[in-house]
């Protein structure tokens, strides 16, 4: 194919529009990728000719499959489970599973997709995918969510293994969750492996996981201030969420000497203007992880914060914004707030939070941007080196843990200033994310030939 004749961006959006009818999420990652992806390949004809981005773009395989489990008044319930498993280019396919009604097709495609850079980003030998079912396990007894996990699990255990595919929690999907799956993988299979990632430190799990989300997100929030010679300590920070993420974020934050004003659950935020410190932030990861509450019940226990139903933290004036939630949970208009609020660095610990309009809006105001696929890599960058741990039979200490993902995270953040630097003094992370990611990928995919 002669160089004048390759496809345009409009052209090839197109197509994956025409070829993924009804996925908008998943055409809105695609897209977000090409733009930066088609300006750095235009002169590289070793990457138009052989098709890559198109290659990128189509999984590798999807799989569905309906699971069935009885609840507790005995009657049968059916849902869709997934596996998208979408390039392996570099490495075993590896992303987490995601259990929430908005799970669809398109969703866990557009986060196998961005999983794909990510997992390049970190450096580490994982390709891209994602899997999940629309259940919902808020308000379901231990033993409804133990059957619908073993009988997820007895679907999908054929699609996977620890050089194949190795999955690991999301959304909906925490300890408890991995535990039952794994289990019930090791009884189906009579293999001890690490086929799962997010496990308990009693069989194979990894130091530091828990964390390492969050805490990576504000590592690398860290390192874009370091690089305009700039600090976290006396900062604000309004936080989304208020599950695993966003809590090791508030608590990483805190450590770093600012301020975490906002958390939120799909109900509504809390603002507390005196700053949610570790004492309040240990209170709500109770709250959540034992109790399984809402984030409003924080209002009754610690005077001076006001909550706010069925709204987003995004009004609140801050200095540093981290959506720790979920998708296109900051759109134009909120972005628009951050901005006029005086924000000055967003890191995303969410995939894909924020919307393609909103972040124009960061990169026109030349606002610090990290994306998630950057700034969230923090936690399958652990849960590689989980799987480095199980395939040795070994264990790190949590201090050699942490070492280690500070490098990692500051390693990201390297390799998006390369590809990113506009040469004005601003870093268009998303771009250079976008770039590293590919190249990696791409090169990988070069080698193999046509496959």
Request: proline share 3%; with cysteine.
């Amino acid at each position: 194919m002669a160089v004048s004749d390759h496809v345009d961006l409009e052209t090839f959006i197109g197509g994956v529009k025409k070829r993924n009818p009804g996925q908008p999420e998943f055409v809105q990652a695609v897209q977000e990728v090409a733009q930066d992806v088609f300006e750095f390949i235009e002169d590289k004809e070793q990457y138009h000719s052989a098709q890559i981005l198109r290659r990128i773009a189509e999984p590798d395989r999807v799989i569905s499959f309906r699971v069935c489990w009885e609840d507790d008044n005995h009657n049968v319930r059916v849902q869709r489970g997934y596996r998208i498993q979408n390039n392996n280019a570099i490495g075993p396919y590896k992303g987490g599973i995601r259990f929430h009604p908005s799970v669809t097709e398109s969703v866990l495609k557009f986060l196998a997709f961005e999983q794909t850079f990510k997992n390049s980003l970190t450096g580490l030998p994982m390709g891209g995918g994602k899997g999940g079912a629309n259940f919902n396990p808020k308000g379901k007894s231990d033993a409804e969510v133990m059957r619908f996990c073993q009988s997820f699990m007895t679907e999908l255990y054929r699609h996977i293994g620890p050089d194949t595919d190795v999955p690991a929690g999301d959304i909906g999907v925490g300890g408890r969750e991995i535990g039952y799956m794994f289990g019930q993988y090791k009884r189906i299979t009579n293999r001890w492996e690490g086929v799962l990632t997010g496990k308990g430190l009693e069989y194979g799990g990894s130091q530091m996981r828990p964390e390492a989300t969050g805490y990576g997100a504000v590592y690398f929030m860290e390192n874009m201030l370091k690089h305009k010679k700039d600090v976290i300590e006396g900062k604000t920070a309004v936080i989304s969420g208020s599950g695993n993420v966003a809590t090791h974020a508030a608590e990483q934050i805190t450590k770093q000497g600012g301020k975490v004003l906002t958390l939120s659950d799909s109900g509504g935020f809390i603002h507390d203007p005196d700053g949610i410190n570790q004492e309040k932030i240990d209170w709500i990861k109770n709250l959540k992880n034992v109790k399984r509450g809402r984030i409003s019940e924080y209002c009754d226990e610690f005077k001076g914060a006001s909550y706010h139903e069925g709204k987003r933290p995004w009004s609140v004036a801050c200095d540093l914004a981290l959506p720790c939630a979920t998708q296109n949970e900051l759109n134009e208009d909120e972005a628009k707030m951050l901005v006029s609020n005086g924000v000055i660095a967003v890191s995303e610990g969410a995939n894909m939070p924020t919307t393609l309009e909103g972040v124009h809006v960061f990169h026109d105001a030349k606002i610090m941007y990290g994306p998630g696929k950057a700034a969230n890599a923090g936690g399958v960058a652990v849960s590689g080196l989980e799987m480095s741990q199980n395939a040795e039979r070994i264990s790190w200490n949590h201090a050699r843990l942490g070492e280690m993902l500070t490098e990692l995270m500051e390693g990201i953040h390297g390799k998006c200033v390369e590809y990113g630097d506009q040469g004005d003094g601003y870093v268009d992370y998303v771009k250079g994310a976008n770039i590293a990611g590919f190249k990696k990928v791409a090169d990988a995919m070069l080698a193999y030939g046509v496959v």
